[in-house]
T-cell receptor
Framework: QKEVEQDPGPLSVPEGAIVSLNCTYS??????FMWYRQYSRKGPELLMY????GNKEDGRFTAQVDKSSKYISLFIRDSQPSDSATYLC??????????????FGQGTILTVHP | NAGVTQTPKFRVLKTGQSMTLLCAQD?????MYWYRQDPGMGLRLIHY???????AKGEVPDGYNVSRLKKQNFLLGLESAAPSQTSVYFC???????????FGEGSWLTVV
């Protein structure tokens, strides 16, 4: 079983829709939770990160963490064609024997069509 | 992706050849990572380092070796390249857990 599981999609939505992206994880030592966006043939870029359960907002993006269920989500409101990319969740171990280990999900391919 | 440089960007190898990918960062970061990315597989961690002189295995370490002799450099070696190692390789660095992680531009490797 992978430490971080993410539905690869692909996901196709109309412009203006609310997008929900999700990951599950298995290791309770995970303490930092991140979402990255990656455009074709480019390196990932950080969208958001958090280390606690609950919601964190940044503009049209909301990251949600539920540590009791080991479940993280990214919501995109009023989605735009420029949001079309691959979205990757990433989880960092900040404790235990694998301190510093950063693990990514498989990535979800999102297309927002006009 | 200022600060993290990967060399080379493109390389074609024959099966059985060896090569080294170099990742260099000029931000004095402690943590460095090597990932490979294949279609539908996301980023898979090969090896990582939490400081100069230290390395640790990630999810897919077989067939690769790494060294972190200097803080600013993290080398990824393929001793005997196989077609299964055809991939895009990304290096990343971070000052410490919880800080922004910076990625390089990627290195495209093809093994024929």
């Amino acid at each position: 079983q992978k430490e971080v599981e993410q539905d690869p999609g692909p996901l196709s939505v109309p412009e203006g829709a609310i997008v929900s992206l999700n990951c599950t994880y298995s290791n309770s030592a995970f303490q930092y939770f991140m979402w990255y966006r990656q455009y074709s043939r480019k390196g990932p870029e950080l969208l958001m990160y958090t280390y606690s359960s609950g919601n964190k907002e940044d503009g049209r993006f909301t990251a949600q963490v539920d540590k009791s269920s080991k479940y993280i989500s990214l919501f995109i409101r009023d989605s735009q064609p420029s949001d079309s990319a691959t979205y990757l969740c990433a989880i960092l171990q900040a404790g235990g024997t694998s301190y510093g280990k950063l693990t990514f999900g498989q990535g979800t391919i999102l297309t927002v069509h006009p | 992706n200022a600060g993290v440089t990967q060399t080379p960007k493109f390389r074609v190898l024959k099966t059985g050849q060896s090569m080294t990918l170099l990742c260099a960062q000029d931000m004095n970061h402690e943590y460095m990572y090597w990932y490979r990315q294949d279609p539908g597989m996301g980023l898979r961690l090969i090896h990582y380092s939490v400081g100069e002189g230290t390395t640790a295995k990630g999810e897919v370490p077989d067939g690769y070796n790494v060294s972190r002799l200097k803080k600013q450099n993290f080398l990824l070696g393929l001793e005997s390249a196989a077609p299964s190692q055809t991939s895009v390789y990304f290096c990343a660095s971070s000052p410490k857990p919880g800080n922004t992680i910076y990625f390089g531009e990627g290195s495209w490797l093809t093994v024929v």
